[in-house]
């Protein structure tokens, strides 16, 4: 039979053991960095303990429950959250398999999921079949925008930004996000962009967003922002939220080391470039109003 004493003994020199390990490797992933596990830091959401940052998880699903809030000290608020890594940000179209067939001329011959939408935009005859002319008119924005590969196929990214353009000058020329003497963030699920305004004159953006897929679609409605939390990290999905701003719930704004044109969304939260969320950041109080509406595309 095994005395107390000697199992105490064994549990302190495992505790040392464990004590000296370089950090990231009671993880599992050596070297991995990790949140505080001390303080409120430790705390943030219910949730399992923290664990090591993957960078290449772009999916920030919203929080079964609310985080558990607290004031942060000076110091933690003086620490800027990294920027995404190079390239992240990149207009990249999700083309399928072998949708890069072009002719001579750089067009591709498939027809997009979104052909009749930039036919649209672009004024041209909307058939919603692809054509050398549609294809051409299709490239030329494309390479006006960024977006590659500049082959002409409507796709996803390319319709998201023409609704970006569309949206520049006027992002609330539908009238659909109540005008107010305050400041009010809109955030618009039919066309995915968010921009704050306050009266008629808008204070940011638009920018595009990535909300709530099916099943876990961002809610609607009016909201207030009630806690910011400059580096927040998710206990529950071991993932960070750089620039956090909590307005209902779990669901929040915040930036992403990943796509904000990566499907199919998020799991509640609104999610932004970093740079946006940075920016987004400097213009939002707590206790700002935000208003929901629409219906992300798919859910």
Known sequence: MISRRVVRR?????LAAVAVLPVGAASGVP??????GTGPEGRLVSG??????????VDTPDQALPPEVYTPSAAEDAVEPPDAAEGTDDLVEHMP????????AGCTRRTGPYQRQAE??????????????DCRAIRAFQQWQGIRPAVGYAGPVTWARMRL????????????CPVRAY?????????????????????YGPVPIRSGRAGYRTRAGWHRVYWRHKNHWSTLYRTPMPYAQ????????HGIYGSVHARPGSMGCVNLRVRDARALWSVLRKGDRVYVWGRKPGT
């Open 48 to 57: 399992p303990e923290p664990g090591p940052f993957r960078p290449g998880a």
């Open 246 to 253: 909590f307005f209902s719930g779990g669901q929040a704004f």
């Open 120 to 133: 649209r935009w672009l004024r041209l005859r909307a058939d919603g079949r692809q054509s050398p002319a």
């Open 31 to 36: 070297g991995a960095p990790v949140p505080p």
């Open 183 to 203: 400041r009010v963030a809109c955030v618009d699920l039919g066309r995915q962009l968010t921009w704050v305004q306050k009266g008629r004159k808008v204070l």
């Open 97 to 104: 398999p072998g949708g890069a067939d072009t002719r001579a």
């Open 10 to 14: 064994s549990v302190a020199v495992l």
């Open 165 to 176: 353009v569309s949206a520049q000058l006027r992002p609330n020329a539908g009238r659909r």
